[in-house]
């Protein structure tokens, strides 16, 4: 008879550490929540959520999506190659990484002034309210990200580092945290109503 055999370091030791999952967790909580009160909001004023969704431009938020999974994808091999000890590789996957966080803010920052030079702003109405309150707490997500990334890179470049596998997965966790919340707010905001 075979038998399963369970791991309970990888349960009580995942990648990044305990502390990090936590953190993630409470985040996607806190923006499950408020999906849900916009979900609410929208079912009682569906055709004023449709007509403001109607004013986002979707193509923006698609290639936001893209630099945001390429850039988990970069990610990934980061991890992979810092694993690997392959330290010049790695760095330059965490330099593809920060690229597309990059890009994401700068496209965001496009959107966001053409959102302003039309007059949309957070007072416009209840869906714009979500809008910019959603977006912009991602935003922030993403620029704590980046400056994760960049500490972490310099960290593991310098002579003697002592950077571990366990922080460039903390990093690595963080940054995926941000493409999957992305992933969550794009079709919701952009596509749905």
């Not at 999952?21 to 959520?49: K, R």
């Not at 004013?55 to 893209?66: D, E, K, P, R, W």
Request: hydrophobic share 50%; net charge negative; charged share 10%.
């Amino acid at each position: 008879m075979n038998t399963v055999k369970i791991n309970y370091k990888n349960l009580y030791f995942p990648p990044g550490g305990i502390l990090m999952w936590i953190i993630i967790f409470l985040e996607l909580i806190t923006f499950g929540m408020a999906l849900i009160a916009f979900a609410i909001y929208g079912s009682e004023e569906p055709s004023l959520f449709h007509q403001s969704r109607l004013q986002l431009n979707s193509t923006f938020g698609a290639v936001n999506t893209v630099f945001l999974l390429t850039s988990g994808f970069f990610m990934a091999n980061a991890v992979h190659e810092f694993k690997e000890k392959n330290l010049k590789k790695s760095s330059l996957y965490f330099k593809l990484t920060m690229l597309g966080g990059v890009l994401f803010l700068i496209l965001k920052s496009i959107e966001y002034y053409h959102k302003i030079e039309s007059g949309i702003t957070i007072d416009s109405n209840t869906f714009f309210a979500f809008y910019w309150l959603l977006t912009g707490f991602h935003l922030i997500h993403v620029v704590m990200g980046l400056v994760i990334l960049v500490w972490t890179n310099h960290g593991m470049m310098k002579n003697n580092s002592d950077t571990e596998v366990a922080d460039v997965e903390a990093c690595a966790a963080f940054w995926h945290m941000c493409d999957l919340i992305w992933l969550l707010l794009f079709p919701v905001l952009y596509l749905i109503f």
